[in-house]
């Protein structure tokens, strides 16, 4: 007889003080035990935790693995049995072929890397505006609001062309939806005045097209309701985990001195700096699959209808994968991270993500070089391990003026 897998009992709902930038130290154990572990979901559903590089990877690239949302378990939360609905039309994150493709394929092209990288004169602009506003009312100031939020919605809300004027409310909604501490209640008023919003923008830009990828989507055979979930799915990505990226990684370079000056000396160090942060940082922290069938998978069979949680962060931490993988290394070289998935979901928007985060870390660490935390490390808020998109809810900095 076999020996019994490893078996976690409870999602981890704080990291360990003292280190905000590592994964809890509950799924960092579980994966020195094993790269696959049981867990039971609340309510007494079996299912599986999956925390090795490897594992992640195949599982990400495995089509006998659905993204379905109808399939999926809140992995901390027993909501009896309340039937989950199918995603919306145009919510392509959580749906299989062929639904996804249909979503995915008309966008492929508007987030090329050559596109992407067009748009890095105008992260450039809007990068440099948001620093000129910073010398010029601070210090000190909270970076989130005053660099990294904006950077990001700007790019994302012109690409899809929403008004200006409409851009504050908009990063209001999408952080209820991603924090982690909104209440059920709030969360569904922050999606339904979303929708709301997303189908007058749909129709205005189907009675008069401008110069943006959703209306060039309005001449597709898309309908209102498939654009308005494709909206959604590419504001919220766009805004807040790139928001978050630039704002943690900052933290991180801060506590890391020796890796933010090597930044500021070479500004060629950018394009794998970023990576680096990517890698050791991993906002997006987990995703759910459901095996459609049985599949074994590191030695264990995952059975059909088993529900499976992917841990981001202990796969881009795994030491068979990373050498010293705790360790910030803006020089490290074995690439390869999972930060923006795998497979058919990988992140749409990855190269966007890149060309702000590329622009955006070297011109604040240059513009101030005696740029600090305004407040002990200790005091820096930061978004609970519950949340889909992790984080700091504000980030106080000073410099010397």
């Known amino acids: ?5 490893h078996a976690v009992t409870t999602m981890p709902t704080a990291r360990q003080l003292g280190c905000p930038f590592d994964p809890p130290a509950e799924l960092i154990e579980a994966r020195q035990h094993s790269p696959i572990s049981r867990y039971t979901f609340p309510g007494g559903k079996p299912g599986w935790l999956v925390t090795g590089y490897d594992l992640v990877r195949s599982v990400l690239a495995d089509p006998r693995f659905s993204s379905r949302k109808e399939f999926m378990l809140h992995p901390t939360i027993d909501y009896g049995d309340i039937e989950i609905p199918p995603a919306p039309p145009g919510e392509f994150l959580l749906m299989d ?12 092209g508007k987030f090329t890397v050559r596109r992407m990288r067009l748009l890095t004169e105008r992260v450039e602009q809007i990068t440099a505006d948001h620093l000129d506003a910073m010398e010029k009312t601070g210090p000190p100031t909270d970076l989130v609001t005053a660099f990294a939020r904006p950077i990001p919605a700007i790019m994302i809300c012109e690409l899809l062309g929403v008004p200006y004027r409409d851009r504050g409310s908009f990063q209001e909604q999408v952080d209820s939806f991603m924090n982690g501490e909104t209440s059920d209640e709030d969360l569904i008023a922050a999606y339904t005045a979303t929708q709301n919003y997303l189908a007058e923008l749909v129709a205005a830009k189907r009675a008069n097209p401008t110069d943006d990828v959703l209306s060039e989507l309005t001449d597709s055979d898309l309908t209102d309701e498939e654009l308005q979930g494709i909206a959604l799915i590419l504001l919220a990505a766009g805004l807040d985990t790139t928001a978050n990226m630039l704002a943690l990684g900052t933290f991180a370079l801060l506590r890391n001195p020796e890796q933010l000056a090597a930044l500021r000396a070479d500004p060629a160090l950018a394009d794998r700096a970023v990576e680096e942060l990517l890698r050791y940082l991993s906002v997006a922290k987990t995703f759910m699959r459901t095996a459609l069938e ?6 264990e069979t995952v059975k059909a209808g088993s529900r499976v949680i992917l841990s981001y962060n202990t796969a881009n931490r795994d030491p068979e994968r990373f050498a010293d993988p705790h360790v910030l290394d803006l020089r490290r070289q ?8 795998h497979g058919i979901h990988q992140c749409l928007g990855q190269q966007l993500a890149r060309v702000e985060m590329r622009v955006a870390f070297p011109a604040l660490v240059n513009r101030f070089p005696t740029l600090r935390l305004a407040v002990p490390p200790e005091g820096v808020a930061l978004r609970p391990e519950t949340a889909d998109i992790y984080g700091v809810k504000s980030l106080p900095v000073t410099w010397d003026a």
């Open 1 to 5: 007889m076999g020996e019994s897998p």
């Open 97 to 108: 072929e062929p639904q996804h493709s249909r979503y995915r394929k008309p966008l492929m």
């Open 294 to 299: 049985d599949v074994e998978v590191g030695g």
């Open 334 to 341: 074995d690439g390869g991270h999972l930060a923006f998935g």
